[in-house]
């Protein structure tokens, strides 16, 4: 599976954006996938992730409410749509194919494929 992620930009805090990645070589229907982001010095870290179609989203605490993932199957893509940006939000996003056996779903460990990544940038 190859995934392209796009729609990282430099946006002022309380700003929108919306990522995309798209998967390729596999159908994404199969699988649940998964977005992190890392900040420069800081460990990758989990942001969401969306079960197979129609399965759970999970948030992390640090962007419920503004953050919302869906994926489109016919499309074979997922999105982010990130509101009420802050600062902190300023990293770079990855998206993620989750192994078929996996440990808990936070964990970057649980993902064998990664997209390479769009950077996202919140001025105050």
């Known amino acids: 599976v190859q995934l392209q992620a796009s729609g990282g930009g430099l946006v002022q805090a309380g700003g929108s954006l919306r990522l995309s990645c798209r998967a390729s070589?596999?159908?994404?229907?199969?699988?649940?996938m998964a977005w992190f982001r890392q900040a420069p010095g800081l460990e990758r870290e989990f942001v969401a992730r969306?079960?197979?179609?129609?399965?759970?989203?999970d948030y992390a605490d640090s962007v419920k409410g503004r953050f919302t993932m869906s994926r489109d199957d016919a499309e074979n893509t997922v999105y982010l749509q990130m509101n009420s940006l802050k600062p902190e939000d300023t990293a770079a996003y990855y998206c993620?194919?989750?192994?078929?056996?996996?440990?808990?779903?936070?964990?970057?460990?649980?993902?064998?494929?990664w997209g390479q990544g769009t950077l996202v940038t919140v001025s105050s």
């Open positions: 993620a194919v989750e192994k078929e056996i996996h440990g808990d779903y936070d964990n970057p460990l649980s993902y064998g494929y």
């Open positions: 070589g596999r159908s994404s229907s199969r699988y649940a």
């Open positions: 969306h079960g197979r179609s129609g399965g759970r989203i």
